[in-house]
């Protein structure tokens, strides 16, 4: 059974760093991408970047890019985001997201993951 487990968030001041983690279990991490989506109160949900199957390519929503760095530890069987310059706008709560053998090509939000994780909380404010 395919689980993933989000940790990391909570309270931060305007630029400020936060680092979330995703740790999936029951699967082989390697053969799958994982992707952060987000979503604030009475807002659509958004995909905010995603790590490839294999070669470990990434990918990232415009309003992240230069802030935000996802990365894969195989060792350690987890997947991070790094979030640094944060801003009140990327308040939300945080969720990872897995779908085998899949590469996050430019249109990668747009793909159906299958299996979530329950959602870290990540506000910012002063």
């Known amino acids: 059974q395919l689980q993933l487990v989000e940790s990391g968030g909570g309270l931060v001041q305007p630029g400020g760093s936060l680092r979330l983690s995703c740790a999936p279990s029951?699967?082989?991490?390697?053969?799958?991408?994982i992707a952060w989506f987000r979503q604030a109160p009475g807002k659509e949900r958004e995909g905010v970047s995603c790590?490839?199957?294999?070669?470990?390519?990434?990918n990232y929503a415009d309003s992240v890019k230069g802030r935000f760095t996802i990365s894969r530890d195989d060792a350690k069987k987890t997947v991070y985001l790094q979030m640094n310059s944060l801003q009140p706008e990327d308040t939300a709560v945080y969720y990872c997201a897995a779908r085998r053998m899949f590469a996050c090509g430019a249109s990668w939000s747009i793909f159906p993951f299958g299996s979530w994780g329950q959602g870290t909380q990540v506000t910012v404010s002063s």
């Open positions: 029951g699967f082989t991490l390697e053969y799958y991408a």
């Open positions: 790590i490839s199957s294999g070669d470990g390519s990434t």
